[in-house]
Nanobody, 113 residues
Framework: VQLQASGGGLVQAGGSLRLSCRAS????????MGWYRQAPGKRRELVAT???????DYADFVKGRFTISRDTAKNTVYLQMNSLKPEDTAVYYC????????WGQGTQVTVSS
């Protein structure tokens, strides 16, 4: 399984970004996809995930601001990030969970104040 993430960048506080992550290789429909992030000097933390049935899990600090969605036919998961804050600055990692956990290469999100 390979995960290719894109969509990171530099944005001002209050702005928006949309991350995308496409899975390729031996991908099955019964899987969870989502996003974690890691800021400098901090542990990697959950941002949001979506199971194959559509159920979602969000970190408290993104509820109401970020929305996860997926296109099952394209094996792609998206993260719409609105009302971004400087503390959202981190490397965002795409994740796929099935019988094992797979990580993408990470995409940098930088929010300036």
């Amino acid at each position: 399984v390979q995960l290719q993430a894109s969509g990171g960048g530099l944005v001002q506080a209050g702005g928006s970004l949309r991350l995308s992550c496409r899975a390729s290789g031996t991908v099955v429909s019964i899987m969870t996809m989502g996003w974690y992030r890691q800021a400098p000097g901090k542990r990697r933390e959950l941002v949001a995930t979506m199971a194959s049935g559509g159920s979602t899990d969000y970190a408290d600090f993104v509820k109401g601001r970020f929305t996860i969605s997926r296109d099952t036919a394209k094996n792609t998961v998206y993260l719409q990030m609105n009302s971004l804050k400087p503390e959202d600055t981190a490397v965002y990692y795409c994740v796929l969970k099935y019988t094992a956990t797979y990580w993408g290469q990470g995409t940098q999100v930088t929010v300036s104040s």
